[in-house]
Structure formats: C-alpha cells, structure tokens
C-alpha cells in the first residue's frame, strides 16, 4: 500500500512570500502523482500532475517536482496571495488496475494580508 | 460541461436508515470512483469502476455498496447506516488512457 506524508499538517505566511509545501511517498513504482486544492467544505481542485516520466510541471505560479528515487514531490508557490489560502492535497497513484489515488492528509495554507 | 456531480450536498440519517449517494460524470470517462475523507485522514477509497458493468472492492468497503448504472452513473449505497460511516463522500473518474482524476463537490453525510 502507498503511504502519502504531508509535512507540516499548516503553514502560515505573509503575503507575497514563496513557499514550498513537501509530500512524501513510500513506494517509488508510482504512476503519477497530483496535487490538489480543496477550500473549506468544499471539493478538490486539481492543481497540477506529474507522470512519472516527468520530472516538474508547471502552472501560474505553482511549480510542482518528482523525485522518485527519494519518494518526494514538492509543491512551490511563488509570489503567495491572501487568494491561495486553503488547504493543499498531494496524492499518489501505484501502477495497479484501480489507478486509485492514496491521499496525504494536507497542509493547511494561511497567507496573511 | 457539468464535470463530476454528486447529489445530495448534504444528508442526515439515523443509525439503520439507508439511502443512495448519487454520482455522474458527462466527459466521457471509464473510471470512476469513490472515497470518503475523515478528520485527520487522508481521503480513503470505498469502490472504483474500470468500467461499466465493473466494480470492485477499495480500501474501506465495508458497509457500503454499489451500481454502475451505465458509462456516466456510479452509484453508492448505505444499506444499514452506522454512526462511523458520518463522513464526507467524493466522487471522481478519469479516462483509462489518461491520468488525471476528476472529483465532485462532495456530499456531506451525518449518521446519528
């Protein structure tokens, strides 16, 4: 089974600072991995997904990296606004029939004005 | 397109009642799934559908069943429901040639 971390469970930050929020994994045979969104009682938003052939994807001002071989993904904010407060989802998907996603449990983002 | 929706938004049972969370997706996906996310948990699978005519069983499927109903419809049923099934529920699917998973608003369920 794949174990997803998501170290720390919050982080708060002033505004217009670049932050890195960190995702580990235990299994490195992963077929992808994907970041998410998700505001306060509301649903996912997908942010951004890396293949395993990949190495980073970016977005705006989201970058998010792959390294296998350490079982690390990091997502980077640059420039953050008061807009990005939420809370943040990495998962990860092994290379099995169901293609299911195993979820970290986040990390709560506060952008202070 | 209306993406992934799920009905009901929100839902109030008592212990024994049952009831159908009710999923569909209009992009033409093959998968489809279901998770349910607890405080201090990540989200957890319950069923996934490869395809339709398809289900099987995920990480935490006791208690619950379910029906695809055809390529667009995913449905999860709570025979018995049970205080420890209070929870929120998302929907999701993806295209087996792709990667990307698509989720619903969520519904919020409480059992008392």
């Known amino acids: 089974k794949q174990e997803v971390t998501q170290i720390p469970a919050a982080l708060s930050v002033p505004e217009g600072e670049n932050l890195v929020l960190n995702c580990s994994f235990t299994?490195?045979?992963?077929?992808?991995l994907q970041w998410f969104r998700q505001d306060p009682g509301k649903g996912l938003t997908s942010l951004l997904l890396?293949?395993?052939?990949?190495r980073e994807q970016t977005s705006g001002r989201l970058n998010a990296s792959l390294d296998k071989s350490s079982g690390r993904s990091t997502l980077y904010i640059a420039a953050s606004q008061p807009g990005d407060s939420a809370t943040y989802l990495c998962a990860a998907s092994r290379r099995t029939g169901a293609n299911n996603l195993f979820f970290g449990t986040g990390t709560r983002l506060t952008v202070i004005p | 397109n209306a993406g992934v929706t799920q009905t009901p938004k929100f839902q109030v049972l008592k212990t024994g009642q049952s009831m159908t969370l009710q999923c569909a997706q209009d992009m033409n996906h093959n998968s489809m799934y279901w998770y349910r996310q607890d405080p201090g948990m990540g989200l957890r699978l319950i069923y996934y559908?490869?395809?339709?005519?398809?289900?099987d069983k995920g990480e935490v499927p006791n208690g619950y069943n379910v029906s695809r109903l055809n390529k667009r419809e995913f449905s999860l049923r709570l025979e018995s429901a049970a205080p420890s099934q209070t929870s929120v529920y998302f929907c999701a699917s993806r295209l087996n040639t792709g990667y990307e998973q698509y989720f619903g608003p969520g519904t919020r369920l409480t059992v008392t």
């Open positions: 890396i293949q395993s052939s990949q």
């Open positions: 559908s490869a395809s339709e005519g398809t289900t």
């Open positions: 299994d490195s045979a992963i077929y992808n």
